[in-house]
């Protein structure tokens, strides 16, 4: 499997190292869901008071996987992103894998009524 890229960015802030690896750390996991992952961006911006963080997950054959999160720890905003692409990239390859085989498993499911 090829690398992904993944890319920590700031928006009117200085991303510390800390919170770079955890990011970087926490979206090298997102591949496992959906193999065709090429890179992922992480934009993390200060908002007044509150953080913003913004994942872009670009993949192959398909549209952008977009997340946002905003509350006062970048920490617990990355956490949330994460699992909301998971969950976007699994009902992704779901959907795709579904489409492949919809006319198999409608019309079995229809025979055993």
């Not at 496992?32 to 993949?59: C, G, H, P, W, Y």
């Not at 720890?73 to 959907?95: G, N, S, Y």
Request: proline content about 1%; charged content about 30%; overall charge negative.
């Amino acid at each position: 499997m090829e690398s992904v890229e993944i890319s920590v960015t700031g928006r009117h802030v200085d991303v510390s190292n800390d919170i770079r690896n955890y990011a970087q750390d926490k979206a090298s996991r997102l591949p496992r869901f959906f193999d065709r992952v090429q890179t992922i961006n992480v934009v993390v911006e200060k908002e007044r008071d509150l953080m913003s963080v913004e994942m872009i997950v670009l993949a192959a054959g398909t549209q952008n996987f977009v997340a946002k999160e905003v509350g006062a720890d970048a920490r617990a905003c990355i956490d949330l992103l994460v699992d909301k692409m998971e969950r976007q990239l699994t009902k992704h390859k779901e959907k795709l894998k579904n489409h492949k085989h919809s006319g198999h498993s409608t019309e079995a499911a229809a025979d055993t009524d």
